[in-house]
C-alpha cells in the first residue's frame, strides 16, 4: 500500500488571533476551524494534512527545510513574513516542493506594502481573498499538482 502523501500547511505570525483580530478583514473562523476543515478536505483528496502554526520566522523555516524529506507539497499562508521574509522564499525556493501561498484577504487591495511577497517567488500558485475557502482551494491544487507529478 502506498504512503499517503503528506501536505505541511504553515500559518505565519498572528494566524493564532483568528475570529478574534480584525473579523473584518480576515474573517471569523478561528484558526482550530480552519485546520479541521483542512483535515476534512485532505482526507477527502487522498492526503494526509501536517497543520502548523508559529509567530516565529526561524520556526517556520525549519519546518520548510525538514519538509524537504517528509512531505509531497507545502500550503503556506506567511502572513506578515509575506512582505519580509526572503529567510521563507529561500527554505521554500531549497525544498523543491510545490507550493501553494494563501493569503484570507486580497492583499492587494490593501495597504501598498502588502501587494509584494517574496513568498510569490517560490509559489506555484496563489490564492488571496477568499478567506478560509483558500485553504480548501489550495489542498485541491496540490491534489492536481501531485497527480500530474504521478502521471509524468
Known sequence: MAKTPTVLILNGPNLNLLGEREP????????ADIEKSCRKRAKELGLAADFKQSNHEGELVDWIQAARLSHAAIVINPAAYTHTSVALLDALTAAGLP??????SNIHRRDRFRHHSYVSLAATGVICGLGAQGYLLALDAVATLLKTQEEA
Open 99 to 104: 507550493v501553494i501561498e494563501v493569503h484570507l
Open 24 to 31: 473584518a478583514i480576515y474573517g471569523r473562523a478561528k484558526l
